[in-house]
C-alpha cells in the first residue's frame, strides 16, 4: 500500500498569499496519477487537481499542480477567502487507492 | 446536475449491521464504476469499495473485506453498502462517489451519511 505523507499539518496565511502544499508518496506513483481534493467543513471532498497537473472542470486557474514519481505539489497562486479549506492529496495509481491525512489551510 | 444522496446510517451495537443506500441522478447511472469512501472523525479518508458498472466486478479495502458488501440496482439508479460484524472502528460519515472510468478517481461525491458503533 502506497502512504502519503503531506506537509505542513496546517499553513497559516493571509488573503492574496500564496500557498504551497506538498505530498510525498512512500514509492513511485504509477503513470502519476496523483489526484487533490478540497473539504470545507460539514462538505463533501471536491476534486480539483488530477494525474498531477491536470484542473477538474470549473477549477479556478489559481489552482496548479506539479510533481512527478514520489513528491507532489498544490500550489495556490493568490488565496481567496473560500480557499481556506482542508486539502487532501490521493493516488490512485495502484490499487488499494490511498489519501494522505490533509493539510489545513488557516487564515493567519 | 449530479446528485448523490446517500441514507441508511445511525447508531448500530458492536456486531450489528445496517445498509447504506446513494441515490443517484442527473447521469446515466449504469454507465459508471462507484465507490464508498468513509471518513472518521477528524481523520482522513478511506477508500471501501467500489464496483463495477455492471455489478460483476467488486473490490475492496483489506479492513472491511468479508464484513461489507457493496451492490448496485442500475434500474433503480442505486447503490448499496450491506455493513455485517460492524466494530467501532467502522464509526465514520461513509460517502459514495462517482469514478472516472475504472481508475479510482472521483469526480463526484454525496454529502455522506454517518455510522456510528457503540454500546
Known amino acids: 500500500e502506497i502512504v502519503l505523507t503531506q506537509s505542513p499539518g496546517t499553513l497559516s496565511l493571509s488573503p492574496g498569499e500564496r500557498a504551497t502544499l506538498s505530498c510525498r508518496a512512500s514509492q513511485s506513483v504509477s503513470s502519476n496519477y496523483l489526484a487533490w481534493y478540497q473539504q470545507k467543513p460539514g462538505q463533501a471532498p471536491r476534486l480539483l487537481i488530477y494525474?498531477?497537473?491536470s484542473r477538474a472542470t470549473g477549477i479556478p486557474d489559481r489552482f496548479s499542480g506539479s510533481g512527478s514519481g514520489t513528491d507532489f505539489t498544490l500550489t495556490i497562486s493568490r488565496l481567496e477567502p473560500e480557499d481556506f479549506a482542508l486539502y487532501y492529496c490521493q493516488q490512485y495509481g495502484s490499487s488499494p487507492w490511498t489519501f494522505g491525512q490533509g493539510t489545513k489551510v488557516e487564515i493567519k | 446536475q449530479v446528485q448523490l444522496v446517500e441514507s441508511g446510517g445511525g447508531l448500530v451495537k458492536p456486531g450489528g449491521s445496517l445498509r447504506l443506500s446513494c441515490a443517484a441522478s442527473?447521469?446515466?447511472?449504469?454507465?459508471?464504476?462507484m465507490s464508498w469512501i468513509r471518513q472518521a472523525p477528524g481523520k482522513g479518508l478511506e477508500w471501501v469499495s467500489y464496483i463495477s458498472p455492471s455489478g460483476i466486478t467488486v473490490y475492496y479495502a483489506d479492513s472491511v473485506k468479508g464484513r461489507l458488501t457493496i451492490s448496485r440496482d442500475n434500474a433503480k439508479n442505486s447503490l448499496y453498502l450491506q455493513m455485517n460484524s460492524l466494530r467501532a472502528e467502522d464509526t465514520a460519515v461513509y460517502y459514495c462517489a462517482r469514478q472516472i472510468k475504472v481508475a479510482g478517481l472521483f469526480d463526484y461525491w454525496g454529502q455522506g451519511t454517518l455510522v456510528t458503533v457503540s454500546s
Open positions: 494525474a498531477a497537473s
Open positions: 442527473g447521469f446515466t447511472f449504469r454507465d459508471y464504476y
